[in-house]
């Protein structure tokens, strides 16, 4: 009878047939009522957890980025103790260097000293050696030339003795006052 009605009249382009639009609104209304019932549920439910995926994600993102944060101000903060640290030791180094450098001039001034010391003691008892090596000398040849003009030997040692300390002794006291030997 659709059939009949529908070879009719005659057909436009712009207006569909009645029984169609009846059976493509079944048809849809099936499809949705599936669509609804099976597969909105399990769409939404994978939305519902690619959400929570995503929120964790982000709230896992931002809990380890504070924490990067505190690591990284933890870092500047051990950075700078390091720092100061040097500082104080490049400080105490150079404390250190000059107070080596202050020791080791003493101690070079100290040596110097007996180093000075030690000449002078060497540059007197090299003097009274060869002062005491000069007097014998000197005692020796005034004896000699006193033997020869007194014309007796003056072998006996203690007239030898009393002779060479007599002359010696006038000898220190002329050296001694050179202005009293003009004035006579």
């Known amino acids: 009878m659709l059939m009949q009605l529908a070879a009719e009249e005659p057909q436009s382009p712009v207006v569909p047939v009645v029984p169609e639009i009846v059976i493509g609104l079944i048809c849809f209304g099936v499809v949705f009522f599936v669509f609804y019932k099976k597969l909105l549920p399990s769409i939404n439910k994978t939305l519902e957890e690619r959400r929570e995926a995503i929120e964790g994600g982000m709230e896992k993102a931002e809990a380890t980025q504070a924490e990067a944060r505190q690591t990284l101000e933890s870092y500047k903060e051990q950075l700078q103790e390091a720092r100061h640290e040097a500082a104080r030791l490049r400080q105490e180094a150079k404390e ?5 450098i202050a020791e080791m001039r003493e101690e070079g ?3 110097r000293e007996e180093i000075l010391a030690a000449g002078h003691a ?6 009274k050696q060869a002062s005491e090596l000069l ?12 033997g020869r003009l007194v014309g007796e030997s003056l072998e006996d040692h203690a007239r030898q003795s009393r002779t060479i300390d007599r ?5 220190e006291a002329k050296a001694e006052v050179p202005g ?3 004035a006579r």
């Not at 250190?96 to 080596?100: D, I, T």
């Not at 060497?122 to 003097?127: G, H, K, S, V």
Request: hydrophobic share 40%; proline share 0%; glycine share 6%.
């Open 96 to 100: 250190q260097g000059a107070s080596l």
């Open 135 to 146: 007097r014998q000398d000197v005692g020796k040849l005034a004896v000699e030339l006193a």
């Open 180 to 182: 009293t030997e003009a």
């Open 109 to 111: 001034q100290r040596q």
């Open 122 to 127: 060497q540059i007197d008892a090299d003097r």
């Open 167 to 171: 002359f010696l002794d006038e000898l």
